[in-house]
Antibody, heavy 121, light 109 residues
Framework: EVQLVESGGGLVQPGRSLRLSCAASGFIFEDYAMHWVRQVPGKGLEWVSDINWSSSYIVYADSVKGRFTISRDNAKNSLYLQMNSLRDEDTALYYC??????????????WGQGTMVTVSS | EIVLTQSPVTLSLSPGERATLSCRASQSISSTYLAWYQQKPGQSPRLLIYGASTRATGIPDRFSGSGSGTDFTLTISRLEPEDFAVYYCQQYGRSVPHTFGQGTNLEIK
């Protein structure tokens, strides 16, 4: 069974850091690009970042550029999102999602259940 | 940045009826890179359609997608009770950011 399981969310103060993880199983992780997408509860979806299969191509949304870092460890079948200098507006449910392609040119054909990040003092 | 505008924001229909959801892009996009997702309350999004018209694995044939350029449509031919949800269009591929529309809430009338 193809599965993505996020972890690492929680309550954090503004300006602090948090690292999210996404454990993948049921498919050949190193063959696919991966994404992070976030959603404020009750609101729409916002793409955050993606990384291709080899980590040679990484892009970010302007809203997180310079503060968030995406990475992956293909040996551990894991995707990460290091979030620094967190702001109130980063509060959201964070999903990891699998791309249909290795280069990040495909749609997102599998999503995890999400991990909630709450930034508040 | 490509902005996707979905209409209507809310669509109220009854089971058995036909649903037509629209997604308009602020600039022309390749139909190769247009997707539709379904999201039910408390669940993650699910890929329905990619490449504007290709159904994802396991998606019933009552779902169909069409369009090109700046105008795209998701059609559900005969609504089943489980189809009432929020639907998002998305542009992906070479253009970054991979924007989503704001969503259409398909509700039971």
């Amino acid at each position: 069974e193809v599965q993505l399981v996020e972890s690492g969310g929680g309550l954090v103060q503004p300006g602090r850091s948090l690292r999210l993880s996404c454990a993948a199983s049921g498919f050949i992780f190193e063959d696919y690009a991966m994404h992070w997408v976030r959603q404020v509860p009750g609101k729409g979806l916002e793409w955050v970042s993606d990384i291709n299969w080899s980590s040679s191509y990484i892009v970010y949304a302007d809203s997180v550029k310079g503060r968030f870092t995406i990475s992956r460890d293909n040996a551990k079948n894991s995707l990460y999102l290091q979030m620094n200098s967190l702001r109130d507006e980063d509060t959201a449910l964070y999903y990891c999602a699998k791309d249909m392609s290795e280069k990040g040119l495909g749609p997102f054909d599998m999503w995890g259940q999400g991990t909630m990040v709450t930034v508040s003092s | 940045e490509i902005v996707l505008t979905q209409s209507p924001v809310t669509l109220s229909l009854s089971p058995g009826e036909r649903a037509t959801l629209s997604c308009r892009a602020s600039q022309s996009i390749s139909s190769t890179y247009l997707a539709w997702y379904q999201q039910k309350p408390g669940q993650s999004p699910r890929l329905l359609i990619y490449g504007a018209s290709t159904r994802a694995t396991g998606i019933p044939d009552r779902f169909s997608g069409s369009g090109s350029g700046t105008d795209f449509t998701l059609t559900i031919s005969r609504l089943e009770p489980e189809d009432f949800a929020v639907y998002y269009c998305q542009q992906y591929g070479r253009s970054v950011p991979h924007t989503f529309g704001q969503g259409t809430n398909l509700e039971i009338k």
